[in-house]
């Protein structure tokens, strides 16, 4: 299995990035999946989840109406589109799946079974 995020950088406030994590060795079409981030200092925060039709999509406080989480199941791809950037989303990202999981539940688990290594995002002020 293979998990590998993209899509970060350097950025100023205000400003948009979109975040690709790519699937590979499962079957990503039939799992849930989300992103998390890890912020210096900090715990690691639930972000975003979708289940694994789109039907379904929940986001964290700090990000909701800023934030769109998507996926493209034929391409095995996750996707985490960021708008109106500030210095407080400054943190490492990570996308994540796992076959026993459904999307409601991924903001208050504390294991889930597959992880990307992570991309950094920067917010300059």
């Known amino acids: 299995v293979q998990v590998v995020e993209s899509g970060g950088g350097l950025v100023q406030a205000g400003g948009s990035l979109r975040l690709s994590c790519a699937f590979s060795?499962?079957?990503?079409?039939?799992?849930?999946a989300g992103w998390f981030r890890q912020a210096p200092g900090k715990e690691r925060e639930f972000i975003a989840s979708?289940?694994?039709?789109?039907?379904?999509?929940y986001y964290a406080d700090p990000v909701k109406g800023r934030f769109t989480i998507s996926r493209d199941n034929e391409k095995m791809a996750l996707y985490l589109q960021m708008n109106n950037l500030k210095p407080e989303d400054t943190a490492v990202y990570y996308c994540?799946?796992?076959?026993?999981?459904?999307?409601?539940?991924?903001?208050?688990?504390?294991?889930?079974?597959?992880w990307g290594q992570g991309t950094q995002v920067t917010v300059s002020s």
């Open positions: 994540n799946t796992d076959p026993h999981l459904r999307s409601d539940q991924w903001a208050t688990m504390t294991s889930i079974m597959y």
């Open positions: 060795g499962l079957p990503f079409n039939r799992y849930a």
């Open positions: 979708i289940s694994w039709g789109s039907v379904s999509t």
